[in-house]
T-cell receptor
Framework: GDSVTQMEGPVTLSEEAFLTINCTYT??????LFWYVQYPGEGLQLLLK?????DKGSNKGFEATYRKETTSFHLEKGSVQVSDSAVYFC???????????????FGQGTILTVHP | DAGVIQSPRHEVTEMGQEVTLRCKPI?????LFWYRQTMMRGLELLIY????????DSGMPEDRFSAKMPNASFSTLKIQPSEPRDSAVYFC???????????????FGEGSRLTVL
C-alpha cells in the first residue's frame, strides 16, 4: 500500500542553521506530495505542496522538490528560526477520482526544535 | 472565512462514558475527514464523507466508534463506551475538489484532545 517514511527525529538545531528533513514515499499511482506543519497546541497547516514530478513547492523559506526517480520530497530551509520549532509531516495524496480523493497518508512526523 | 471549527478543545472523561466530538467544516467544502493522532500510531484516518455520505470508514477502530454528518455544516464523532486507549487528539479536516483542483489539500481544525481516565 501507499506509505510515507520520514527521517526520525527529534531534530535540534541552532538558529540560522541549515535544515533538511528527509521524506520518501511509496505509491501505486502519481501522488501529490505535501509538507504540513503543526505548531504546539494547534492543528496541522499546509506548508507547501507539489503535484507532479520536478515541481518545487516553497513557502516561508522552506522548499521541497518532487523527485520521482528517487521517490523523495525532502524539506529544506537555509536558515531556521526559533519560530520554526514545530512538528513537520510529509504526506501524499492520490488526488482525484474514486475513493482515494483527499485521503492523505502521513509520515510519522519529525519534531524540530530550534535554539537561539 | 472561518476555518474548520472543532469542539470541545479538551475533554476529560471516565472510562465507560459516552464522548461526542463535533466539527463544522469550511463552508462550501464537500469532503470531511476525521483523523486521530497518538504518539504511538501518528495520524490515522478514521473516516471520511463526501456530500454528507460516508465513503470510507475502514479506519474506524471498532464498533464503539461512530460518525455522522447530518448536513453539510456539521459532523460528529461518537465513542461509546470510551476506554483509556481512546485517549488521543482527534482532528477534523475538510476539503473541496473544486477549490483544490484535485490535489487533495486538506484544511484542519485545531483538534479535540480527549483523555479517558
Amino acid at each position: 500500500g501507499d506509505s510515507v517514511t520520514q527521517m526520525e527525529g527529534p531534530v535540534t538545531l541552532s538558529e540560522e542553521a541549515f535544515l533538511t528533513i528527509n521524506c520518501t514515499y511509496t505509491a501505486t499511482g502519481y501522488p501529490s506530495l505535501f509538507w504540513y506543519v503543526q505548531y504546539p497546541g494547534e492543528g496541522l497547516q499546509l506548508l507547501l505542496k507539489a503535484t507532479k514530478a520536478d515541481d518545487k513547492g516553497s513557502n516561508k523559506g522552506f522548499e521541497a522538490t518532487y523527485r520521482k526517480e528517487t521517490t523523495s520530497f525532502h524539506l529544506e530551509k537555509g536558515s531556521v528560526q526559533v519560530s520554526d520549532s514545530a512538528v513537520y509531516f510529509c504526506a501524499l495524496s492520490l488526488g482525484a477520482g474514486g475513493t482515494s480523493y483527499g485521503k492523505l497518508t502521513f509520515g510519522q512526523g519529525t519534531i524540530l526544535t530550534v535554539h537561539p | 472565512d472561518a476555518g474548520v471549527i472543532q469542539s470541545p478543545r479538551h475533554e476529560v472523561t471516565e472510562m465507560g462514558q459516552e464522548v461526542t466530538l463535533r466539527c463544522k467544516p469550511i463552508s462550501g467544502h464537500d469532503y470531511l475527514f476525521w483523523y486521530r493522532q497518538t504518539m504511538m500510531r501518528g495520524l490515522e484516518l478514521l473516516i471520511y464523507f463526501n456530500n454528507n455520505v460516508p465513503i470510507d470508514d475502514s479506519g474506524m477502530p471498532e464498533d464503539r466508534f461512530s460518525a455522522k454528518m447530518p448536513n453539510a455544516s456539521f459532523s460528529t464523532l461518537k465513542i461509546q463506551p470510551s476506554e483509556p486507549r481512546d485517549s488521543a487528539v482527534y482532528f477534523c479536516a475538510s476539503s473541496s475538489r473544486g477549490l483544490t483542483r484535485n490535489t487533495g489539500e486538506l484544511f484542519f481544525g485545531e483538534g479535540s484532545r480527549l483523555t479517558v481516565l
